[in-house]
């Protein structure tokens, strides 16, 4: 099965009055790599949830946002007064106002945005509660994007299919041309040794022999075999469960090799355009692959 490595998911869990929230975005990557983001109080739930992840994900880049929040408020955090500090700063002002004659009052909202007067102080975490909490928002999340990357994945893998009939009647297009180009070969090497010889008798068994060798050093039968063979592992590892990504980008590899032998065996202009035709197809294939698991 196609899937491809671009995808998003959004997962939540409620539970003991906390809302644990997980989103998961993924892209392409020619490795695996999870990226995990939370709060402080909940990095201790990290290593699990990358874990979960990668049992999931098999490559692209992964970024995981973790958030916990109270039912019906925002991020938990609490804050405090800095008591030590508010204590200087008024001794300070005190000080000001006998000694410069400063009469003003300080306000309290004026000594909060005092640097830091206030405190944000996070919640402690149950890590046990929070690390099954997370668990189940973060499968929801994997579920989310999976069929997002499915959806996306159907979509390029008819592409592939229709890209790889179009190699293979290019193929097949080769294939018939080439013996046509022999006895083309033999035709013109024919007409230029008449030209030559100028009425002296023919050496029609020297004349096979040419036509022979030319033959034997234009042969694509080995390469046009071997490409469909590509063709058909590639339609293959397609319906594959796994992760099929590198598989394929070994098989285009191995498609463009055999190509470039039959353009270079070939002296014919059309097998010459028709190769350059296969390779533009396989170039589109290669960039569709970049985004596949």
């Keep these: 099965m196609i899937k ?16 644990y929230i997980a989103e998961i975005k993924t892209v392409n990557n020619r490795y695996k790599d999870v990226i995990v983001r939370s709060p402080k109080s909940l990095q201790g739930v990290e290593d699990g949830v990358r874990a979960l992840v990668s049992e999931r994900i098999k490559r692209g880049r992964v970024e995981v946002s973790l958030q916990m929040t109270r039912e019906g408020e925002g991020a938990e955090y609490e804050l405090e007064l800095n008591m030590p500090l508010v204590q200087s700063y008024l001794r300070l002002f005190s000080r000001l106002s006998e000694e410069c004659g400063i009469k003003e009052k300080v306000r309290p909202d004026d000594l909060c945005q005092m640097k830091d007067v206030v405190v944000y102080k996070t919640e402690e975490v149950d890590l046990d ?34 890209r790889l009939g179009l190699i293979e009647d290019t193929i097949q297009e080769i294939k018939e041309r080439s013996p046509l180009v022999v006895q083309e070969y ?55 469960e796994d992760a099929v990504g590198r598989k394929l ?22 097998i010459s355009a028709k190769s350059v035709e296969l390779k533009a197809e396989l170039e589109k294939l290669r960039e569709q692959v970049q985004n596949v698991e």
């Design 4 to 19: 491809s490595m671009t995808g998003y998911g959004r997962g939540e869990n409620e539970a003991d009055g906390k809302r």
């Design 129 to 162: 509660q929070a690390k099954a909490a997370f668990r189940k928002a973060v499968e929801t999340a994997l579920d989310s994007c999976d069929l997002m990357r499915v959806k996306e994945g159907t979509a390029i893998e008819e592409d592939f299919r229709k």
């Design 186 to 240: 033999q035709r013109k090497l024919h007409q230029r040794i008449e030209q030559m010889l100028q009425g002296v008798e023919l050496d029609e068994a020297r004349l096979a022999q040419e036509v022979a060798v030319f033959a034997d050093r234009s042969d694509i039968t080995e390469e046009v075999v071997r490409a469909r063979s590509h063709l058909d592992q590639f339609r293959g590892i397609m319906s594959q």
């Design 249 to 270: 980008e070994f098989l285009l590899q191995e498609l463009n090799r055999e190509v470039n032998t039959i353009s270079s065996k070939s002296s014919d202009a059309l």
